[in-house]
C-alpha cells in the first residue's frame, strides 16, 4: 500500500502489513482524522443512520452524522427513506438544526432557500429580484444545487447511508453469517424505549476497538464476573466477516433446568457481593438460543448489542481527533408486555455511561488517548489469538477483530 497523501511533513506509512501493532499517531494526527472523513466514512462504507421506527411517518426526519458531515434523514411521502446532507447549497447552513421533527419541505432559515424531501431545490427567495431589480439571472439552473443526497439501504429497521456509489449492498456487505446475526437479535419489530448520550475523551478508533476487543470483559468489568453475565470459562466465541471488517462476539449460558421456565436468576461468584434487585439480572430466552451478550460490529460506527434482554444499538460519532460521541438507542419490541419493557429498561442499568458493565469503557480510551501523546511513533502490541484475522471457536481470548478493525481502516485509507 502506499502512503497516506496528507499535507504533513512525515507522511503516515503503515510500518509492514502487521496489524498487530499500531502507531499511537493514529489517534492523535489531525492530518489523518481529516483523511479519514473523505477516504473512509465518504467512502465505500456502509454508516448507520437512525432505526426505521424512528421516523415513521411521511415528513419525519432525523439528524445525524456521518462522520463530521451532518445529515437529514427524512420519510418521504411515498413511505421511502432519503439521506440527505444537512447545508444549504447556497452558504451552506444548517437547514435542519432540532434534532428531529416533521416537515412538509425543508427550508434554509438564513435565505429561505426550500428544497423538497427529495432534497431538489424547489424555491428560492427574491428569485426574480423586488420591483425587477436584483434576484439571479437567467443562466441559473435550480437542477445543479440540490442537496448532496447519499445511498440508502435499510435493513430490519436499521437504515444505513453511503456516499460512494462502490459499496456492495449492504447484505453483501457484512456478509450471510454476520447478517443471521441480526437477524437472531431483530427477530419482531422495534420500539424505542430511550437514549443514553456521551462523550468519549478519545478518538474514534479507540472505542470501535474496545468493542472489538472481547478479552478485556472480563478484566476491567469486574460486574461481568461477579455476577455471570460474562466469564472465561463460558460457551462462545468470535466470528468475523470475510473480509475482516465486522465482527460477533457472543457468550453462551448453561441450559435451565426444568424449573427455570427459560429464565435464569442471578448469582453471585463472590458471596460477599449482593443485589438488592436481583431482577435485573434475570434472563429470559426470547431469541431462540442461550446467548447472554452478544456484540456485534458493523464497520465503521455501529454496535448491535444483547446484553441478556437488553438491547440496543451504539452509533459511535467522531466529534475531532481526540473526542467522539457514543449514542445508545435502547429497544424492546413494539408487541412487548408491560412486564418486559420493565425487565428491560432495569437491564439497561447495565449499559449506559453509568453503566455497570460499561461505566469503564468511558474512560479507559480517554487513558489511552492521553498516553499516546508521549510518543505517536510508538505502537501497540496486539498478540492475543496470534496476528491473524480469523474467527474464533470456543475462546474469545484473542485480538483478531480488533486487527480486523485496522485492515478495514486501511483497506479504506489506501494505506
Known amino acids: 500500500m502506499s502512503a497516506l ?109 426550500v428544497y423538497n424531501l427529495d432534497g431538489k431545490l424547489t424555491g428560492v427567495a427574491f428569485r426574480k429580484g423586488v420591483g425587477g431589480k436584483g434576484g439571479v439571472g437567467p443562466e441559473f439552473n435550480a437542477d445543479e444545487h440540490n442537496l448532496v443526497r ?98 460477533l462476539s457472543y457468550t453462551e449460558r448453561t441450559p435451565p433446568n426444568d424449573d427455570e421456565t427459560g429464565r435464569e436468576k442471578v448469582r453471585s461468584l463472590k458471596e460477599q457481593y449482593k443485589l438488592h434487585d436481583s431482577t435485573m439480572m434475570e434472563h429470559r430466552l426470547e431469541l431462540g438460543d442461550l446467548v447472554t451478550n452478544s456484540i456485534q460490529t458493523i464497520f465503521p460506527n455501529l454496535v448491535v448489542q444483547q446484553i441478556l434482554n437488553c438491547l440496543a444499538v451504539r452509533q459511535l460519532i467522531p466529534r475531532g481527533v481526540d473526542s467522539s460521541e457514543l449514542i445508545w438507542t435502547v429497544l424492546g419490541f413494539a408487541d412487548d408486555t408491560e412486564d418486559m419493557t420493565a425487565l428491560r429498561l ?21 487513558f489511552v488517548q492521553r498516553a499516546a501523546k508521549a510518543d505517536p511513533e510508538a505502537r501497540t502490541i496486539m498478540p492475543m489469538g496470534g496476528s491473524g484475522i480469523e474467527p474464533s471457536a470456543g475462546s474469545r481470548v484473542t485480538e483478531s477483530a480488533v486487527r480486523g478493525f485496522w485492515k478495514g481502516w486501511r483497506d479504506c485509507m489506501k494505506i
Open 5 to 113: 497523501s496528507i499535507e504533513d511533513d512525515a507522511p503516515f506509512i503503515w510500518p509492514g502489513d502487521d496489524t498487530s501493532r499500531a502507531p499511537y499517531r493514529v489517534y492523535t494526527d489531525p492530518h489523518i482524522y481529516a483523511m479519514e472523513q473523505k477516504n473512509l466514512f465518504q467512502g465505500p462504507t456502509w454508516n448507520f443512520l437512525c432505526l426505521d421506527v424512528e421516523i415513521p411517518n411521511p415528513g419525519d426526519y432525523k439528524t445525524t452524522f456521518v462522520g463530521d458531515a451532518p445529515i437529514i434523514v427524512v420519510r418521504t411521502k411515498d413511505g421511502g427513506v432519503n439521506a440527505l446532507m444537512n447545508r444549504c447549497a447556497h452558504k451552506g447552513s444548517l437547514i435542519c438544526y432540532k434534532p428531529r421533527g416533521n416537515v412538509q419541505e425543508l427550508t434554509c432559515v438564513y435565505h429561505n432557500w
Open 150 to 247: 447519499l445511498r440508502v439501504d435499510t435493513y430490519r429497521g436499521l437504515v444505513f447511508g453511503s456516499f460512494s456509489e462502490e459499496t456492495p449492498p449492504f447484505k453483501d456487505y457484512i456478509g450471510a453469517e454476520l447478517i443471521a446475526s441480526i437477524d437472531r437479535v431483530f427477530i419482531k419489530p422495534l420500539k424505542v424505549l430511550g437514549y443514553h448520550s456521551q462523550m468519549l475523551p478519545n478518538n474514534w478508533k479507540l472505542y470501535a476497538e474496545n468493542n472489538k476487543d472481547s478479552y478485556h470483559a472480563s478484566l476491567l468489568h469486574v460486574f461481568h464476573n461477579t455476577f455471570g453475565v460474562v466469564r472465561p470459562n463460558m460457551g462462545g466465541g468470535i466470528k468475523l466477516s470475510e473480509n475482516g471488517w465486522h465482527h
Open 346 to 366: 432495569k437491564a439497561n442499568n447495565l449499559v449506559g455511561p453509568a453503566g455497570f458493565i460499561s461505566m469503564e469503557d468511558g474512560c479507559v480510551g480517554g
